[in-house]
């Protein structure tokens, strides 16, 4: 047996490092289009983009099954309490190293700004990128005798939306790379994402911080 | 648990390969060894012009061959006579002006200028014979010029000068039994050297093309499918398909790729999508006068400097006439990149009497055409610009003559005397000229649609979409991808990517200082 509570689930893990492949990939191909960096090629740059943007969805389709089975949405439901504390954890309590003030637990695996960030991510971000990227892809060009709903003229506020999308999406992934490292100890929340267990401290008593300050890292 | 976690790793990776592979096939081939092998097979002509006793007479003038013609084929003069070849114009809707007669007849250019008091020299090209004067009589069957067209003996000459009549040394028995199918040298022998000399108008279209290599033109390649003008260029009654925009207006019998290759012929979806916005030529026209150079500028205020009180002319280290005193000074170019419009078939032109700004350059024809416009696509041009004559005074363009048959008819090839020119040619058109002249700048826009080039070299994507001065730079008023960009999305994300990793690098150093303090401690 592992040490530890499971926290994700195998295919939360797959879900996740999936969708993180996935994402970097699209982010790459997808600012190459734009004009950003050159390295596969445009034309191949759009062709792997489609690719990757179809895998995307069908992932997507995946996930929000797997979020709905397993009332795994309820994680992402945004709350008020301890949100103030979170916050001012990330502003002074971190390098204090002070303890917490969310305990992570398998039922409840977000701090209240982790539910803020994350549900604003798949209610709007992944929806936005999906939505403006499938117009992207499937939108009419004016033809006769078709329907003429979406004009080649709607290109620019279709793919000025997916852009900056993009860019929402790009530092969400700095700050998202840059997190990883503050949890129990520098490397635990990465640890449970690839194993999908983590070891919890004892319930800390009150009175006794300094284990903390043995087993916080940075 | 790891077998099902590497199962699914090679699912994903085989849906992402599928879905690569998939999506960009089209399920349709294009025909293209169908063309292939319908080209390959050269027709036959089934009918032996040798053994005609019609033909085998001594000839003594040409219209005694177009008479002989007639004898037998005793209805296509009426059908030439009909067609633009023979009329030289055709009635145009043009925008704003309404229905009109137009073509090489009553339309100027920023090249020679145009045919009227100057008949004798650019009328050589008529498919008639002696259109030296307006009393040219169009209804004069016998003057209809068959062996231009369906010479096959690669013998018949048009003298130079002579208003279309033949050179007189020809043996017109040998080539008149020689006749079929027009091949290249036939249409070239005019289309390729129009503007006075090889390639000088079109850029796309010089004598290269008698014997073109693959990478000259794919189709017409004589080790390829050694396609003929005419297998394009398709005529119903003599009336051809295809048409040139300095002389027509209306979006009616244009040859298109598409007739032969279909609306989708590429394998990848993404690129078949292109076609809805982008002619065919765009893509595979990637550069045009590859191998003679074609005139880019004509500066006719030069004109009539003399050495010696003697004509001369300056030519380049490559040959190339950068100067001539009966026609000014030229630039020219080779293996050019095409400039780019929206193009919908229709176009407008200036006609003689229309008034001009001189402080602007003046259109003397423009294809219409917009983003918007379903109809449209960005089609490749060539530019031809210009300074030429006009009246300073009634603000017009100004026909001169140019070509002189007689001394003191105020020809400027002999004179050089504009005022005169002028004076003489505004007369054929019956438009009063007011006796000061000047010059202004004036553009000509061709498209280019010949000298297609093989797959390989096809224009590639990023040519394009990109940043940097692509193919399309100075096509605006649409979103290009890759080209361009919102410039308040960009500079909003590049802020926000660039304030998250600040906040990151300093949150991050604000804990390793922290954390070594309390180390420290």
């Not at chain 1, 389709?61 to 709905?68: E, G, I, L, N």
Request: net charge positive.
């Amino acid at each position: 047996m592992r040490k530890g509570e499971l926290v994700y689930r195998s295919f939360e893990r797959f879900w996740h490092w999936m969708q993180a492949a996935l994402i970097l990939f699209l982010a790459l191909t997808g600012f190459e289009i734009h004009g950003s960096l050159p390295f596969f090629g445009f034309g191949n740059a759009v062709r792997y983009h489609a690719a990757a943007a179809l895998c995307f969805l069908v992932l997507v389709a995946f996930a929000v099954f797997w979020h709905f089975t397993t009332e795994e949405w309820r994680q992402y439901l945004p709350t008020r309490k301890n949100l103030r504390a979170q916050a001012e954890y990330y502003l002074h309590g971190i390098f204090r190293n002070a303890p917490h003030p969310t305990r992570k637990h398998p039922l409840r695996k977000l701090n209240p700004l982790q539910k803020l960030v994350y549900a604003g991510l798949k209610v709007f971000l992944i929806p936005l990128m999906a939505a403006s990227g499938l117009l992207y892809m499937v939108y009419r060009y004016p033809e006769r005798h078709e329907v003429r709903s979406l004009t080649i003229g709607m290109l620019e506020p279709i793919a000025v939306l997916h852009t900056l999308g993009a860019f929402f999406m790009v530092a969400f992934l700095i700050a998202h790379l840059y997190l990883i490292t503050t949890g129990q100890t520098l490397t635990s929340n990465l640890k449970a994402m690839v194993t999908g267990y983590e070891e919890f401290p004892e319930e800390p008593e009150p009175e006794a911080p300094a284990t903390a300050a043995v087993q916080g890292g940075l | 648990m790891r077998r099902i976690g590497l199962f699914i790793l090679a699912a994903a990776a085989a849906a992402f390969l599928m879905a690569v592979l998939l999506p960009g096939r089209s399920t349709a081939q294009p025909p293209l060894a169908a063309l292939r092998a319908r080209f390959q097979k050269k027709e036959k002509a089934s009918i032996d012009h040798t053994r005609f006793a019609q033909l085998k007479q001594k000839f003594t003038r040409p219209q005694e061959v177009t008479a002989a013609c007639i004898s037998c084929h005793n209805g296509r003069h009426r059908e030439v006579m009909q067609s633009s070849h023979w009329s030289w114009e055709r009635l145009e809707y043009i925008q704003g002006k309404g229905i009109r007669p137009l073509g090489k007849k009553n339309a100027l250019n920023n090249f020679c200028i145009g045919i009227a008091g100057n008949e004798p020299s650019c009328n050589k090209c008529h498919a008639g014979y002696g259109w030296a004067d307006p009393t040219f009589d169009f209804q004069d069957p016998l003057l209809v010029d068959c062996l231009a067209c369906h010479d096959n003996s690669n013998l018949y000459v048009k003298a130079s000068g002579a208003a279309g009549m033949p050179d007189p040394a020809i043996d017109l028995s040998q080539v008149a039994q020689q006749v079929g199918r027009p091949q290249r040298t036939n249409c070239g022998t005019c289309h390729f050297f129009g503007g006075g000399g090889n390639n000088v108008k079109h850029g796309d279209l010089e004598k290269s093309l008698f014997d073109p290599s693959r990478d000259l033109d794919v189709h017409m390649a004589s080790s390829g499918p050694d396609m003929q003008c005419v297998d394009c260029h398709t005529a119903r009654q003599h009336r051809m398909l295809g048409k040139m925009y300095s002389i027509s207006s209306m979006n009616r019998d244009r040859v298109e790729c598409e007739t032969c290759h279909g609306t989708l012929p590429h394998v990848d979806d993404v690129v078949n999508r292109h076609t809805l916005k982008v002619a065919c030529q765009t893509c595979h026209i990637p550069e045009y006068a590859k191998e003679a150079p074609t005139k880019l500028t004509w500066d006719w205020s030069t004109a009539g400097r003399l050495k010696d009180g003697k004509p001369y002319e300056v030519k380049d280290a490559n040959g190339v006439e950068t100067y001539s005193s009966i026609k000014g000074s030229f630039t020219w170019g080779k293996k050019l990149k095409p400039e780019y419009v929206w193009f919908n078939g229709t176009a407008g032109h200036y006609m003689f009497g229309d008034p001009i700004d001189p402080g602007q350059t003046v259109k003397i024809n423009e294809l219409y055409g917009s983003y918007e416009d379903p109809d449209s696509k960005i089609v490749p041009v060539k530019v031809h610009r210009a300074r030429q004559i006009y009246d300073t005074r009634f603000k017009y363009l100004i026909q001169p003559k140019t070509v002189s048959t007689q001394a003191g008819d105020g020809g400027f090839w002999k004179e050089f005397d504009w005022q005169k020119a002028a004076s003489e040619g505004m007369k054929r058109i019956d438009l009063p000229f007011s006796g000061s002249y000047g010059f202004v700048n004036t553009e000509m826009v061709w498209p280019v649609n010949h000298m297609i080039s093989s797959r390989e070299r096809t224009v590639g994507c990023a040519e394009c979409h990109t940043r940097q001065q692509g193919r399309l730079a100075a096509l605006k008023g649409f979103y290009l991808p890759g080209r361009d960009y919102h410039p308040w999305v960009e500079t909003f994300g590049t802020a926000l990517i660039g304030l998250t990793l600040a906040g990151v690098l300093v949150h991050g150093s604000a804990r390793v200082f922290f954390w070594r303090r309390r180390r420290r401690q």
